[in-house]
């Protein structure tokens, strides 16, 4: 067996890292690397990590576990933050709060339009790729095309559950099919968490007064308690 050993530059970069929305790589020699998004070639996984891109063989690799907590950034107005004029366009084009968008876009890349997850979903509104497809996507990565699709879909989730914020994102994150099925939130941890996260952000920008005048919405209750799923994220 091969051993590769990780850059001693790299290590330093994910110790000093700030806590971001990321996953969690643990190695066999119980290094756990801090990574924003990652893709497997052959017997190696590419991470990406604050400042950079990593290799690591798949063999060293033991668990891949997601971030349950992160530090958000802080409120500001749409329009002076990250992609804020694409933004503000894809909201008024399709009719979704400007700071919904912004909060989904936190909660699903911290805003790296080069994010991609564990299960493929990318760039900034992480869309697997088929859902771009659907949408005209021709390049995932674009932050402009990236925005305007996943704002789309957004809304029409919105639309489909008549407003409901929590059906909505737990829609986005787990699949409508789900959504529709029960007609409630998912009771999965990883979607149950996103939801919150979501609206926490989303609230917070409200109570700020950073937020802008928001379409009407509604919020159904989430589940007390919550298995794991293994459903793709939107």
Do not use: W
């Not at 998004?37 to 891949?64: C, F, K, S, W």
């Not at 920008?205 to 005048?213: D, I, N």
Request: glycine residues 6%; hydrophobic residues 40%.
């Amino acid at each position: 067996m091969r051993i590769v050993r990780l850059p001693l530059f790299a290590l330093a970069l994910v110790a000093i890292a700030p806590v971001l929305r990321a996953e969690y790589f643990v190695l066999r020699s119980g290094q756990r690397l801090s990574v924003t998004g990652y893709q497997r070639i052959g017997d190696n996984y590419h991470l990406q990590i604050n400042g950079g891109t990593v290799d690591v063989p798949a063999e060293q690799v033991v668990a891949i576990e997601p971030e349950e907590i992160f530090t958000p950034l802080p409120p500001v107005e749409v329009s002076k933050g990250p992609f804020g004029d694409l933004i503000e366009a894809a909201a008024k084009r399709y009719n979704v709060d400007a700071d919904l968008i912004s909060s989904v876009i936190a909660a699903e890349s911290n805003f790296d339009p080069k994010a991609i997850s564990r299960r493929n979903a990318r760039g900034l509104m992480q869309l697997l790729p088929a859902t771009a497809a659907s949408l005209g996507v021709k390049n995932i990565f674009d932050p402009a095309e990236n925005i305007d699709a996943g704002t789309r879909y957004l809304r029409d989730l919105l639309q489909l559950y008549q407003n409901d914020l929590a059906l909505t994102l737990g829609a986005y994150n787990a699949g409508p099919t789900v959504c529709s099925i029960t007609g409630r939130v998912p009771p999965f941890a990883e979607t149950i968490t996103y939801v919150r996260r979501v609206k926490r952000t989303y609230e917070q920008r409200k109570s700020s007064g950073a937020g802008s005048k928001a379409p009407s919405v509604r919020t159904a209750p989430l589940p007390a308690s919550a298995n794991k799923s293994t459903l793709a994220t939107q």
